[in-house]
């Protein structure tokens, strides 16, 4: 990274921050998505019933999507759609 695109002094330390807060979130999002995967093999239903429920597709998305924002805001932490992944 160039010296002209670092941040600096202050908004160094609220980027590092900002980048800081969306990891913890995607890492608490991946934990939730977790327990959910072990509460739903817990409720014993067929996985018909899981795909058909949508179930699935849910946890996946949940499992995705958080540390896609997380490397946008990484990248970009002023970025809309980083923090609403």
Do not use: E, N
């Amino acid at each position: 990274m160039s010296a002209a695109l670092k941040p600096s002094g202050r908004h160094h330390g609220r980027r590092r921050f900002a980048v800081r807060l969306a990891w913890g979130l995607a890492l608490l999002a991946v934990v939730l998505g977790l327990g959910t995967i072990v509460l739903v093999v817990l409720t014993g239903d067929s996985l018909d019933d899981i795909i058909a429920g949508h179930t699935a597709a849910g946890i996946m998305l949940g499992l995705g999507f958080p540390p896609l924002g997380a490397l946008i805001v990484a990248r970009h932490p002023r970025h809309p759609i980083g923090w609403l992944c």
